[in-house]
């Protein structure tokens, strides 16, 4: 039965579900969600229900590591739906969950039924604690929002949170970064890990329209410094170029992710990862609810990866992360200069790499760039 665990043993395979509702979109979001399509929540939550029984029919999903809801606003939907989903879901015994969750959606009530249904892990969108920054994104919540969130992530009980914090924004000023650190560090039990994005003007977006509101190299990579100082001097280790954790206190899933592991996506837009297959649902959720009321899995698209392919993709994506790759990855590691440095057998990025990895991913050895061509 779903929602039942299975044997802790199971090789590592995670579920995402996608949650495409939002009650207003930030300029930067790129993402597949949507602000006047809450008529179709009830409808959506069933179709979600119905694409993993699909799914079950057809092997296409087995007992998940990690479940993660993500969107969108996983938060939009009610709480007992939401729940209802995760029942579905089978899991081995210890699996973490985690939900994404508004600020403004983080009451004691709502927070206690995801426990209460064997969330594990929050993620929270605080992005900046300045007004100014705040206004200028297009968030909603207010500056003690980070404030209001820790004291029911407290009440409840959750170990292990999540903070996603956002900077570059041409409003922000160093000083707001650096308040904005001295808030989320400076709480009484600060969140065990932090995820601090630089803001990315994406094509189609309000912010990658408008070249005046694109963030400046140069402050970035003075904002990322920061960010990163303040965090390793506060106990936190870098896991990914945008994440850093305490000890034992990883996101499994995003590990998952980096490490080319085997994941379904289920909801609308959603991707999978089975095999040397990756296949993604359709966009909208009209198109996705319709589907699955014919009976079809909602799939738009695959493709199927060579090895060579799968493989340079792995080390693009380790490169990202404080494991690294194999010495033999680089021709001539010692012109990296300052970019890498060499831990062993592994090939590190430095601070100063992270800001600049996707040229250092443009220095693999020859080898292994046949496999992009």
């Known amino acids: 039965m779903p929602g039942q665990t299975a044997s802790s043993s199971s090789a590592p395979f995670g579920v995402y579900v996608h949650v495409p509702f939002c009650r207003a979109r930030c300029d930067y979001c790129a993402f597949a969600t949507w602000t006047d399509r809450d008529h179709l929540i009830g409808d959506y939550v069933a179709a ?88 200028s994104l297009g968030r909603r919540h207010g500056t003690g929002a980070l404030r209001d969130v820790a004291v029911a992530v407290g009440r409840v009980g959750f170990e292990s949170w999540n903070v996603d914090l956002i900077f570059g924004d041409r409003a922000e000023r160093p000083v707001d970064l650096e308040r904005t650190l001295d808030d989320v560090l400076g709480l009484d039990s600060p969140p065990p890990h932090v995820s601090a994005y630089a803001l990315t003007p994406e094509p189609g977006t309000p912010l990658g329209e408008d070249r005046t509101r694109h963030p400046d190299d140069d402050v970035l990579a003075s904002r990322y410094d920061l960010v990163d100082q303040r965090l390793t001097e506060a106990g936190y280790a870098w896991e990914e170029i945008s994440n850093w954790a305490r000890q034992g206190h990883e996101a499994r899933h995003n590990w998952l992710y980096w490490t ?22 359709v966009r909208t959720p009209q198109r996705y609810c319709d589907a699955l009321a014919r009976g079809d899995l909602p799939t738009a698209g695959e493709e199927s990866l060579d090895a060579s ?55 693999l050895s020859d080898g292994t760039r046949e496999a992009r061509q």
């Not at 057809?58 to 709480?79: E, K, L, Q």
């Not at 379904?264 to 649902?281: E, Q, Y």
């Open 48 to 135: 979600l229900h119905d694409e993993l029984a699909l799914r079950r029919e057809r092997g296409t999903i087995r007992p998940a590591t990690s479940v993660f809801f993500g969107g969108g606003t996983p938060s939009r939907i009610p709480a007992a739906s939401l729940c209802g989903v995760l029942e579905a879901i089978e899991r081995v015994e210890g699996a973490e969950v985690t939900v994404e969750c508004n600020p403004e959606d983080a009451d004691p009530a709502r927070l206690d039924a995801y426990r209460r249904a064997g969330v594990t892990r929050l993620s929270l969108g605080i992005q900046s604690t300045s007004e100014r920054v705040l206004r």
């Open 260 to 281: 080319e592991g085997e994941y379904a996506g289920v909801g609308c837009a959603a991707h999978s990862h089975l095999g040397s297959t990756r296949s993604w649902n």
């Open 309 to 363: 392919t799968r493989g340079f993709e792995a080390l693009t994506l380790m490169l990202r992360t404080r494991l690294g790759v194999p010495l033999g990855s680089f021709d001539d590691v010692e012109s990296l200069d300052d970019l890498v440095e060499v831990r062993g057998d592994r090939v590190v990025l430095t601070r100063r790499g992270r800001l600049l990895a996707n040229q250092v991913s443009a220095r």
